[in-house]
């Protein structure tokens, strides 16, 4: 399976947008990008993912470069409960997520 | 809508003893996912099912691991012989089918703790 790189820690401020940054030089083609989030004591929880295009939801937003060896989470309003470990996964053979260690988000008050 | 359930939520155990996960995935997802999450680490695939058989096994860590789906919905996690190095969160997800954009739903988890 394709591997990502997250830093491993970052930041933010309350009310602040966060970028969150994923680096995935060997994706294929067919790699769709997700990314999901783990709060303290829970099971991971879907965030978002992507192909080629930029996307949008209620919970986010996946800006994805153009050559799609990088990618970028934003979260437009960190609140406090966005605190969580992020994880930038490539999907594998039958769907088969490969978490790395992710990146853990801290929100200040 | 209700989501993924696992049973139980914590589990103590001695060393050598059997035990049995349970996971009941969302009404009409085909696809179920078993992971495990060790103290600070990520998560790691066990063995994912796509109805009732079982195409990647890949993940279980040895042959004291075993997990079966019956009727294409509640799959049952089996780990014969614990030991202390199976002290994880074992965690189960489930999504429609298997393709590379399907969503994976998370249960919450069960504590698995080897005394």
Redesign the interface.
Same mark, same amino acid.
């Given at each position: 399976d394709a591997k990502t790189t997250q830093p491993n820690s970052m930041e933010s401020n309350e009310e602040e947008p966060v970028h969150l940054p994923c680096n995935h030089s060997t994706i294929s083609g067919?790699?769709?990008i997700?990314w999901?989030r783990q709060l303290p004591s829970? @099971?991971?929880?879907?965030v978002i993912?992507g %192909?080629t295009s930029n996307v949008n939801n209620r919970m986010a937003s996946l800006a994805i470069a153009e050559d799609r060896k990088s990618s970028t989470l934003i979260l437009h309003r960190a609140t406090l409960r966005d605190a969580a470990v992020y994880?930038c996964i490539l999907?594998g053979?039958?769907?088969? %997520?490969?978490? @790395?260690? @992710?990146i853990t988000l801290s929100v200040r008050p | 809508g209700a989501g993924v359930s696992q049973s139980p939520s914590n589990k103590v155990t001695e060393k050598g003893k059997d035990v049995e996960l349970r996971c009941d995935p969302i009404s009409g997802h085909t696809a179920l996912y078993w992971y495990r999450q060790s103290l600070g680490q990520g998560l790691e695939f066990l063995i994912y099912f796509q109805g009732n058989s079982a195409p990647d096994k890949s993940g279980l860590p040895s042959d004291r691991f075993s997990a079966e789906r019956t009727g294409g919905s509640v799959s049952t996690l089996t780990i014969q012989r614990t030991q202390q190095e199976d002290s994880a969160v074992y965690l189960c997800a489930s999504s429609l089918a298997t393709s590379l954009r399907n969503t994976q739903y998370f249960g919450p988890g069960t504590r698995l703790t080897v005394l």
């Open positions: 067919t790699d769709y997700h999901y829970q @099971g991971p929880e879907y993912h %192909l994880y999907s053979a039958n769907s088969k %997520l490969t978490f @790395g260690k @992710g | -």
